[in-house]
């Protein structure tokens, strides 16, 4: 049992190590571009949320319904969308609810 505790300690320390840098790099995502307006992980899915009325990348306003962000979709994106895709499968972080804005507390439940 000591080895399965060791591998659970250290799971747990990669597990949390990884929801920090996921953290750290998507609030220097939010704070470089003004319109984004949040980070949302949750029940196997991530994503960024656009401003509603601010422009998209296109230069079209956005509007309630349409600020989600495909996980892919810019190559701003990829510090956190690397991250996740290299380790969710491992870690399964996205399991793991958290939302915020770029200098707002961390949401676990909503």
């Known amino acids: 049992m000591k080895a399965t505790r060791e591998i659970e300690k250290h ?7 990884t929801i920090v ?4 790099r998507a609030r220097k995502i939010l704070n470089t571009h003004a319109n ?3 980070f949302v992980m949750a029940m196997g899915d991530a994503f960024f949320t ?3 009325g601010s422009r ?8 309630e319904g349409g600020n989600t962000i495909a996980e892919d979709s810019l190559g701003y994106l990829k510090p956190v969308t690397n991250i996740i895709a290299e380790w969710d499968s ?9 939302r ?5 507390p961390v949401v676990t439940k909503w």
């Not at 840098?21 to 750290?24: A, G, N, V």
């Not at 998209?56 to 509007?63: A, K, L, N, P, T």
């Not at 491992?90 to 958290?98: A, D, I, K, N, V």
């Open 11 to 17: 799971y747990t320390a990669a597990f949390n190590l």
């Open 21 to 24: 840098l996921i953290e750290e």
């Open 50 to 52: 656009r401003k509603i």
């Open 100 to 104: 915020f804005t770029a200098t707002g």
């Open 36 to 38: 984004l307006e949040e």
């Open 90 to 98: 491992y870690l399964r972080l996205t399991g793991h609810p958290m």
């Open 56 to 63: 998209d990348d296109s230069g079209f306003i956005v509007e």
